[in-house]
């Protein structure tokens, strides 16, 4: 474990200490005491690209969301997948044979130690009893951090960064991200799939971070 892993543990002790506020208190199933309530807030509705049958988030991206991701995503706090995926439902309507993650480049996986959005798909199959599928989807290409580029080079960024299995063929599939903003990624990860012939691709993320439909 790392150094910083340990201190955010000591601030934010599982299952003991609010994830947001890290007081210790009564807590809900999501980790969050009473007075952080208001700070969650629920994702709007949104869709993404033509390619996507159906997408929704958990939770709007604002900054009480934003430090759990950091803490999750770049500071090994692996734990709080548990968190994040609490504070995700799936539509009753959607019907699907596997849970897959967006992956990560084998390079930035091996940097970082894990994939944070397996840790979530991996607490979604397990609240909906569904297979996670980590074999169904690869990045080929080391891609720039999306958070790094601008909304306009986002897509182009993840060109062509995906190929997926022709196991996938004929499956329905709930594709699960830590965040949605523009959604390029999501989109371009569904094309791949769909090319290799998926039937449907679902889009699930913690957060949602873009434009709001009106």
């Not at 980790?31 to 869709?47: L, Q």
């Not at 994939?115 to 909906?128: E, F, R």
Request: with cysteine; net charge neutral; glycine share 8%.
């Amino acid at each position: 474990m790392k150094l910083k892993e340990i201190f955010l543990r000591a601030l934010y002790p599982e299952d003991v200490a609010c994830c947001i506020c890290g007081k210790e208190a009564l807590l809900d199933e999501r980790g969050v005491c009473e007075g952080c309530e208001n700070a969650i807030v629920p994702a709007p509705k949104f869709s993404l690209g033509d390619t996507v049958d159906e997408a929704c988030a958990g939770v709007l991206y604002n900054d009480a969301s934003a430090d759990l991701v950091h803490r999750f995503k770049y500071y090994g706090c692996r734990y709080l997948g548990k968190n994040l995926s609490a504070m995700i439902s799936l539509p009753a309507d959607w019907r699907a044979d596997a849970i897959i993650p967006v992956p990560l480049h084998p390079n930035r996986e091996k940097h970082r130690g894990y994939n944070q959005s397996l840790i979530l798909a991996q607490n979604l199959g397990g609240k909906y009893g569904m297979p996670v599928r980590n074999d169904l989807l690869k990045r080929i290409r080391n891609t720039d951090m999306q958070s790094l580029t601008s909304r306009s080079e986002r897509r182009e960024n993840v060109k062509d960064a995906f190929r997926a299995s022709k196991k996938c063929a004929g499956l329905s599939i709930i594709l699960v991200d830590d965040v949605i903003t523009s959604g390029s990624t999501s989109e371009e990860c569904v094309r791949a799939l769909k090319d290799a012939g998926a039937e449907k691709v679902y889009v699930i993320a913690a957060c949602y971070a873009g434009r709001q439909e009106n």
